[in-house]
């Protein structure tokens, strides 16, 4: 019931299209769904995030639509620029029993922008 | 105001061979994590620790892996007896501690086992 299924696992899009990657949960006790970007070598940054009582957060190119019934999210990029080729994971967050949340990872998308 | 930081950056251990590996969170921050991520795998969570506490260890390896926050310095994840399965990517992230607050990534500590 922890589990976040991320698909797909890697993407190629050509510059100046739409990157969307999916992620779905079980648990309904999850109320923060951030996105995470990460580059070779880096550590994950924080690129959006959404609480489930929108249903869609655009930031400039990168926008969450948030389906609560069907326990899906997903991430869309814009004009995707090959600045953007990255892996994308996504996260479902909880309140634990330790009174902190806790944040559940998906497995990761491997993005490659194409000049 | 500097970020998350780690060090090292890179860690290369012979098996058999114990690993430290530092964190030292945001300024203001008092909540520490502790993820570890294999390749091609996504993060997994293995400790939430606070000054002087561990508040959650779920994630936690049962042998050789222990973490401390000290009231003074930084964080530190050790390893005792590294296999070659614990080669990974570790990374730390902190939080202000708010119900809800974020979690910011440190560079991350790449461990090599041989």
């Known amino acids: 019931q922890q589990q976040v299924k991320q698909s797909p696992q890697s993407l190629i899009v050509q510059k100046g299209g739409i990157s969307i990657i999916n992620c779905a949960y079980e648990?309904?006790?999850?109320?923060?769904f951030p996105w995470y970007q990460q580059f070779p070598g880096k550590g994950p940054a924080l690129l959006i995030a959404?609480?489930?009582?929108?249903s869609e957060k655009k930031e400039g190119r990168f926008t969450i639509s948030f389906n609560k019934s069907a326990k899906q999210f997903s991430l869309h990029i814009m004009d995707s620029q090959p600045g953007d080729s990255a892996t994308y994971f996504c996260a479902c967050s909880f309140l634990g029993t330790s009174g902190t949340y806790k944040y559940i990872f998906g497995t990761g998308t491997r993005l490659k922008v194409l000049a | 105001n500097a970020g998350v930081m780690q060090n090292p950056r890179h860690l290369v251990r012979r098996r058999g061979q114990e690993a430290r590996l530092r964190c030292s969170p945001m300024k203001g921050h008092s909540h520490v994590y502790w993820y570890r991520q294999l390749p091609e795998e996504g993060l997994k969570f293995m400790v939430y620790?606070?000054?002087?506490?561990?508040?959650?260890e779920s994630g936690m390896p049962k042998e050789r892996f222990s973490a401390e926050f000290p009231k003074e310095g930084p964080s530190i994840l050790r390893i005792q007896q590294v296999v070659r399965g614990d080669s990974a990517a570790y990374f730390c992230?902190?939080?202000?501690?708010?119900?809800?607050?974020?979690?910011?990534f440190g560079p991350g500590t790449r461990l090599t086992v041989t």
């Open positions: 620790l606070q000054k002087e506490n561990i508040i959650d």
């Open positions: 959404i609480r489930p009582d929108v």
């Open positions: 648990n309904t006790a999850f109320d923060y």
């Open positions: 992230a902190s939080s202000e501690g708010l119900a809800g607050g974020q979690q910011y």
